[in-house]
């Protein structure tokens, strides 16, 4: 017979339990991020109308458009061409650490890292 569940038969009853099961779920969301940012990485080739614009588009989810917004994450309009490329492949390639930009840009072929920093490199910077 089944009786009244009581404090003691809960499986987390002291905070110790309870916190140990907080890394778990963090551990559960970042992958999740992860996962969702290798999804949403496109595939459109590079050299189809509107590519280079469309494949940007991924990068001003998390990189600021605007001067205000740029104290977070730096700013990518009017940088250098070969500058965002070297940031971009050393990202790729493990070179430099981040949190998610190494998953990012490794979905990116060299063509498509290209035409991500000609469009950068083409915009006007914020003022």
Known sequence: MLGPRRAQDSPLTSFGERSA??????????????????????TVPPASAGAANYLAAACTNCHATTKVAGDVLPLLAGQPK?????????????????????????????????????????????R
């Open 82 to 126: 070969e500058t965002l490329i070297d940031k971009l492949e050393r990202f790729r390639d493990g070179r430099a650490a981040a949190t998610v930009m190494q998953q990012l840009a490794n979905g990116f072929s060299p063509e498509q890292i290209e035409a991500i920093a000609e469009y950068f490199a083409q915009q006007a910077q914020p």
């Open 21 to 42: 099961v907080i890394p778990i779920v963090a551990f559960a969301i970042g992958a999740g991020l992860v996962a969702a940012a290798a999804v949403a990485t496109p």
